[in-house]
């Protein structure tokens, strides 16, 4: 069992900064795989990062590329979104996701919501213009 909680999300300007955290409680953390998707109102979950359990690879949606980092402490069992450079188009609900199943690199699998199989219960993140 994996059990996950974001903070770290507010209200920003357009142009401004914010670290997002997923704490994450269980054994399972330091193999699994992890995601971050967002949802906008009206709008289905959009995929915006992924690492793998070693930290060792990222992956990132074209939106995001270059503004996003996602990184992760296994020792704190936590995984982070540094997000830079923030637009009015990145308000949503930040959500992070683990996938416990065997420790595998797929990002074309990992784009999908349906591959994660732990979900923590979001924090708002609204840009201002």
């Known amino acids: 069992q994996v059990q996950l909680v974001e903070s770290g999300g507010g209200l920003v300007q357009a142009g401004g900064s914010l670290r997002l955290s997923c704490a994450a409680s269980?054994?399972?953390?330091?193999?699994?795989?992890m995601g971050w998707f967002r949802q906008a109102p009206g709008k289905e979950h959009e995929f915006v990062a992924v690492?793998?359990?070693?930290?060792?690879?990222?992956y990132y949606a074209d939106s995001v590329k270059g503004r996003f980092t996602i990184s992760r402490d296994n020792a704190k069992n936590t995984v982070y979104l540094q997000m830079n450079s923030l637009k009015p188009e990145d308000t949503a609900v930040y959500y992070c996701?683990?996938?416990?199943?065997?420790?595998?690199?797929?990002?074309?699998?990992?784009?999908?919501?349906?591959?994660?199989?732990?979900w923590g219960q979001g924090t708002q993140v609204t840009v201002s213009s």
């Open positions: 269980g054994r399972l953390f330091s193999t699994a795989t």
């Open positions: 690492i793998s359990w070693s930290g060792g690879w990222t």
């Open positions: 996701a683990a996938d416990t199943g065997a420790p595998s690199w797929a990002p074309s699998r990992h784009k999908s919501k349906d591959t994660y199989n732990y």
